[in-house]
Nanobody, 115 residues
Framework: VQLQASGGGLVQAGGSLRLSCAAS????????MGWYRQAPGKQRELVAV???????NYADTVKGRFTISRDNAKNTVYLQMNSLKPEDTAVYSC??????????WGQGTQVTVSS
């Protein structure tokens, strides 16, 4: 199973992007689906995660601006990003965690926010 992320790009500050991450096959017993990001020279950080329930958790830096959602039937996770800031510039990677198979990672998609 592979994860395919899409939706990144270049946007001006204050703009919006929607990231999508779809699994190429079925993943069973999913614990969580989430998005991480890594900016140049920085460690990878959790942006948002959604678990069964669904329950969501966001990094403080994106609360109120980003929304994570999921489509269980499609094994797809989304990240709606509004009011983007230059400091949101990073490579965004999706993650799906399964009880049976551990972590699946997408290839990453570049998000660049210009000031």
């Amino acid at each position: 199973v592979q994860l395919q992320a899409s939706g990144g790009g270049l946007v001006q500050a204050g703009g919006s992007l929607r990231l999508s991450c779809a699994a190429s096959g079925s993943i069973f017993r999913i614990i969580s689906m989430g998005w991480y990001r890594q900016a140049p020279g920085k460690q990878r950080e959790l942006v948002a995660v959604i678990t069964s329930g669904p329950r969501t958790n966001y990094a403080d830096t994106v609360k109120g601006r980003f929304t994570i959602s999921r489509d269980n039937a499609k094994n797809t996770v989304y990240l709606q990003m509004n009011s983007l800031k230059p400091e949101d510039t990073a490579v965004y990677s999706c993650n799906i965690r399964s009880i049976w198979n551990g972590d699946y990672w997408g290839q990453g998609t570049q998000v660049t926010v210009s000031s």
